[in-house]
């Protein structure tokens, strides 16, 4: 059994949350190296990665978020993915969209809002190390440049975005219209954590390892786009999963 799990982050990451999540629910014991961009590059490229999260044992690395979550699958009992063939297909299928569209979107529509010093400092720097804090601020405004352009920001993009994530969510209520607990019926799996997980920078989920900024401090289309998102059934969705499987209270 591999040891000395540690697992490489961004802090704000929603894809680093995503691994997280999945370490902490399966109870794993690991170290946490948080860091802010760009600094996370020197962290992950001796592993093979230039990105996060990256997770590193003492026999080897995975560096894709749904890669951890396979590897944590073959290495302990408790399964996140399921056995049925039927359910494996779908399971694989809404994998896929919610990295490849719904990941994507929410950071992009994220970003798109508040890629200002004033609010991405709490949210980079959280954890990181002290001499990152210290550079903040004279590396954010070529950092800030570089996002941008690489996340396609303009001053379309929030909306162009919103409307990527509505049409996932909406694929996620038809799923729920049949009165199942879960995504893929009635057993919580790595499913259900790739969309909660996904979505939480449009959901703002109280039991987010970063605490949502107040509503009312945010833009004003930002504000209505999270309630907007919140009061689907998939956002209602996307919350009970955080209140009941992130860090419940009891």
Same mark, same amino acid.
């Given at each position: 059994?591999?040891?000395?799990? $540690? ?9 680093? *949350? ?5 370490? *902490?629910?399966? =109870? ?12 996370? $590059? ?9 990105? @996060? ?27 996140? #993915?399921?056995?049925?063939? $039927? ?5 694989? *299928?809404? *994998? ?18 508040? &890629?200002?010093?004033?609010?991405? #400092? ?12 210290? &550079? ?6 070529? @950092?800030?440049?570089? /996002? ?16 990527? @994530?509505?049409? @996932?969510?909406?694929? /996620? ?13 009635? $057993? ?15 959901? =703002? ?36 999963? #955080?209140?009941?499987?992130? #860090?419940?209270?009891?």
């Amino acid at each position: 059994m591999p040891t000395n799990f $540690r697992l490489i982050t961004i802090p704000v990451s929603h894809y680093s *949350e995503k691994a997280r999540w999945a370490l *902490e629910y399966l =109870q794993v014991p690991f170290q946490e190296l948080a860091h802010m961009p760009p600094f996370h $590059r020197n962290a992950t490229k001796k592993y093979g990665g230039t990105s @996060v999260p990256v997770l590193i044992t003492d026999t080897g690395a995975a560096t894709d978020s749904t890669d951890i979550l396979r590897y944590l699958d073959r290495l302990y009992p408790e399964k996140l #993915y399921p056995s049925d063939p $039927r359910l494996q297909l779908l399971g694989t *299928e809404l *994998e896929i969209l919610f990295n490849g569209t719904l990941g994507i979107h929410t950071r992009r529509w994220g970003y798109s809002y508040i &890629l200002t010093p004033k609010f991405l #400092y709490p949210r980079w720097t959280l954890g990181v190390p002290f001499w990152e804090k210290l &550079l903040f601020p004279i590396i954010f405004p070529r @950092v800030g440049k570089i /996002v941008r352009s690489s996340f396609d920001i303009t001053d379309t993009s929030a909306a162009e975005s919103a409307h990527a @994530v509505k049409v @996932v969510f909406d694929r /996620v209520n038809r799923l729920l219209a049949d009165g199942r607990k879960y995504l893929l019926g009635d $057993r919580f799996s790595a499913i259900d954590i790739t969309f909660a997980a996904l979505a939480a920078p449009i959901l =703002q989920p109280p039991e987010h390892r970063i605490k949502p900024a107040p509503l009312d401090s945010l833009p004003t289309q930002m504000q209505a786009d999270i309630l907007t998102a919140q009061a689907t059934p998939a956002g209602k969705f996307g919350l009970s999963l #955080y209140r009941e499987h992130r #860090y419940p209270s009891s």
